[in-house]
């Protein structure tokens, strides 16, 4: 798990079952059959974080961002209509984002993908600065 190549966690749900699509810089996706939420947790554990504790950092909120020890940043943002809605997309593996056909934000990643959300532009825009507002000044971890 690297989650510098991760650039983002998709939610799906087929059936009963939930589980999660990664996607990496290199265009490959990896279907997980586990909730976005227990991967990002995984990964936190495997990097030596707590999400929870990260969470102190956005006020408690849940659907703002997750930032690890080795300095990837991940911002949530609504992937789908069905629940679980929520998915993390690296920070810095948005090259871009414009208002697609359906009037939703569509997100240029790394590695020439372009993801559709579920918010529209200026939600996005506005997840995204708080992000990087919250996270401005800190010392972020050496790579």
Not at 7 to 29: F, H
């Amino acid at each position: 798990m690297e989650p510098s190549k991760i650039t983002a966690l998709i939610p799906i749900m087929n059936g009963p079952a939930k589980g999660c699509m990664v996607v990496y810089e290199d265009g490959r996706r990896c279907r997980r059959f586990c909730t976005v939420e227990r991967y990002m947790n995984t990964l936190a554990a495997f990097m030596g974080n707590d999400n929870r504790a990260c969470r102190k950092l956005f006020d408690r909120k849940r659907g703002t961002g997750i930032l690890l020890n080795d300095g990837s940043i991940f911002v949530q943002i609504r992937m789908t209509d069905r629940v679980p809605t929520l998915g993390y997309v690296r920070l810095d593996a948005i090259r871009g984002f414009y208002t697609g056909d359906s009037g939703k934000c569509v997100l240029r990643l790394a590695g020439e993908e372009e993801l559709e959300t579920r918010w529209k532009l200026e939600t996005v825009d506005k997840h995204i600065r708080m992000v990087q507002k919250t996270l401005k000044g800190r010392e972020l971890p050496e790579l």
